[in-house]
């Protein structure tokens, strides 16, 4: 793909599912905690399931020249905080491999964080692994900051 190439962005469907998972798994973190081959397992089908359900979340690709090209899911979260403001989580992104590099991304986040404008959001927030440097560079080149530490407890 070269840069000028027109990234579209749908909401994933079931037939998405393995190259969303594929995707998922395409990193040495994703390859320890995904199971990308053969049958699409019954978790992710169920998971798949309560994101489309919600009005709250929407999961979503992104294509270059009709191939997937992308994935993340956009979450929206009712708070009290910021005066009882919604505010966005953007998760599980991911660019394929040998898509990187040609600001599919920025244009996923962009993509983002119009969507939670317009949903009248009063902030947009995500994660990302520490052992992911590339992608904090990546975050706060676009305008992410650190401000918390996470903290998270695996059950």
Known sequence: MQ???EVTFREATPDDLPGIVRLLADDP?????????GTVPET???????ITQSA??????AEV?????GTMQL????GLTYTGGLRAQIEGVRVAAEQRGRGIGQSMIGWAIERAR?????????TTDRQRPESVRFYQKIGF??????????L
């Open 3 to 5: 840069r000028d190439q």
């Open 29 to 37: 973190l994703g390859a320890t905690r995904e199971t990308p081959a």
């Open 44 to 50: 992710y089908l169920a998971a798949f399931a309560a």
């Open 56 to 61: 709250d979340n929407i999961l979503v690709v």
């Open 65 to 69: 020249g009709g191939a997937l090209a």
């Open 75 to 78: 979450t929206y979260i009712p």
């Open 118 to 126: 317009e949903r009248g959001c009063r902030l947009i927030q995500l």
């Open 145 to 154: 900051r650190p401000s918390h530490m996470g903290m998270k407890l695996h």
